[in-house]
């Protein structure tokens, strides 16, 4: 009999008082007597919608089916069909526009929780097996992956398993891509990360870190070295400023910054030497899930006060629902229909070397209405003649978005790029290069996990493919 309750398991989480000062994950996870109550919620409908809600068509009722079995490793076994990183993507995938806004039961009250389903197997084979995904006999081709965020993870994953010779080049000191210096502990403990990781060398691909492709060798080296094929997974992680004045600031971080200190430099520790603004009054300027990973560190740093300064009105807020409420019950403070005019730094008129000089003391902003609609359907932000007001800061986050470096395409002759910096590709994955494919954010500028790995996968397969004409 399936369970009717319109509502779905809630997830057991740390009170907001306590998690708004401690970086442990914020969910605890579904329990066994959870999951399966979760699961019975599942209609096992035929033409099962929720799978086309997937960028990677996991078999959704399949793995549900196999829960309320009590065979959690089968279920395991089904997601991994199809997905590399169940444990993350459960985690951080946008389920609710996803596969769970697809779902049935979302008709008449709360769809299956999908994505916590998922996390709980994940949870579940990581606690209870070691065991590696089998490869095959090596088949003497070598594959250069530039980037080791989900959508190379995924692609070297793909081929290591068809018997490639694969090396990930990775630019930072650690593998990861934005699942290690951008998402943070509190919503992605970095030990899942480290596991997938451990499996893929496990499985015998090789991670070159501190190698910045553009920089320590090219693309085109890179073929002279004996790689037959390549794959661009570089992500998007170059930051767009507002080009206001005073953001040159001292106190002034993009988000990117500010959570690479934090996550990858680790500057939450107490005896870590990384620099980073504790306390005070912090402003972050937009409203996407990378602005409110940015206010819920800042706050887990210390700071008295976080405002989030966001041009539009909270039904436009594109971070996710989960997400914004989280921070809204940890006390972060949303200034909606508000946007900076100008970062205010301290000058000592007295004394130039006065230290103080240069830092923020504030933020001038101008409220904000909607107008008509722009060309993407969100009704456009106009400002309020005459409402300019200063709000009392000592650091701003901007987290207005990020693009992809060009660095890659500047040092590879023949690698086009559209106008927004995305690698062009066709739908599997190749460049306008030969034998170089790319995939992610470093194609679609930035995206989620799922839709980077998804790429990832498509890529893997263009390859295999390509050596088997
Ligand atoms: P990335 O993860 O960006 O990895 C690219 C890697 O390439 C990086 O490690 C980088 O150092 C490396 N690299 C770059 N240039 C070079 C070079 N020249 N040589 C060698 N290596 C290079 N998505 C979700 O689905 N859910 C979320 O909740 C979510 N939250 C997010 C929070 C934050 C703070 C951020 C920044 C993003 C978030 N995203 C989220 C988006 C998601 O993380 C990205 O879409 C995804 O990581 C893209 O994967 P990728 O493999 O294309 O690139
Ligand atoms: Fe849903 Fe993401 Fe899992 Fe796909 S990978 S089933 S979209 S949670
Ligand atoms: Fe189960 Fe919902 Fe998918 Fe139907 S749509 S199979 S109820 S998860």
């Known amino acids: 009999m399936a369970n009717m309750n319109p509502k779905k398991n809630p997830m057991p989480s740390q009170a907001p008082e306590v998690r708004a000062h401690n970086f442990k994950e914020v969910a605890y996870g579904y329990s066994e007597e959870m999951a399966l109550d979760e699961a019975m919620r599942c209609l096992n409908c035929k033409n099962h919608p929720c799978v086309a809600g997937c960028p990677v068509n996991i078999h959704i009722p399949a793995f549900i089916e196999k829960i309320r079995e009590g065979d959690f490793e089968g279920a395991y076994k089904i ?10 993507c459960g985690r951080v995938c946008p389920q609710e526009s996803q596969c769970e806004s697809k779902c049935v039961r979302g008709l008449k009250g709360e769809p299956v929780g999908i994505g916590r389903l998922e996390r709980f197997v994940a949870d579940w084979h990581n606690a209870h097996s070691d065991e590696i995904p089998e490869t095959a006999e090596p088949n003497g081709h070598k ?15 793909d081929l290591a398993k068809k018997g490639y010779s694969v090396t990930v080049f990775e630019a930072l000191h650690k593998a990861g891509g934005v699942l290690v210096y951008g998402i943070p502990e509190f919503r992605l403990p970095k030990t899942i990360v480290q596991k997938e990781i ?3 060398k496990a499985m015998g691909v090789d991670i070159e870190t501190n190698m910045i ?17 390549v794959f661009i997974g570089s992500g998007a992680g170059l930051p767009m400023f ?23 430099m680790k500057a939450y520790k107490d005896d870590s030497a990384t620099p980073i603004m504790k306390g005070g009054k912090v402003a972050v300027v937009g409203g996407g899930n990378v602005a409110m990973d940015a206010a ?10 976080v405002y989030i300064v966001y041009r ?81 800061v ?53 995206a989620t996990v799922i839709s980077a790995m998804g790429a990832g996968k498509i890529a893997a397969k263009a390859i295999d493919e390509s050596f088997n004409k």
């Open 79 to 88: 997601i991994t069909k199809t997905s590399t990183l169940p444990a993350v």
């Open 143 to 157: 594959v250069a992956v530039v980037g080791s965020g989900p959508s190379g993870l995924t692609c070297a994953g």
């Open 198 to 200: 451990d499996t893929l």
């Open 213 to 229: 492709i553009g920089k320590t060798l090219t693309v085109d080296e890179l073929f002279h070295m004996g790689y037959e094929a």
């Open 242 to 264: 507002m080009g206001i004045p005073g953001e040159s600031c001292k106190g002034v971080y993009s988000a990117n910054e500010f959570l690479t200190r934090s996550n990858l």
């Open 296 to 305: 819920r560190t800042a706050l887990r740093l210390g700071a008295e006060k």
């Open 312 to 392: 539009r009105s909270l039904e436009e807020l594109p971070a996710r629902k989960e997400e914004v409420e989280h921070a809204m019950e940890e006390g972060i403070e949303f200034r909606l229909l508000c946007n900076p005019l100008e970062i205010h730094g301290y000058k000592n008129p007295e004394d130039p070397r006065d230290p103080k000089n240069g830092f923020v003391t504030g933020m001038r902003c101008i409220k904000m209405e909607l107008g008509e609609p722009d060309e993407r359907g969100r009704r456009r932000p106009v400002p309020v003649e005459g409402s300019e007001f200063d709000i009392d």
């Open 394 to 446: 000592d650091c701003v986050i901007i987290s207005i978005g990020t693009s992809p470096n060009p660095l890659i395409k500047s040092t590879t002759a023949g690698l086009e790029t559209n106008k927004r910096g995305g690698i062009i590709v066709t739908e599997n994955g190749e460049t306008t290069k030969a034998n170089v494919f790319a995939g992610g954010d470093a194609v679609t500028g930035a």
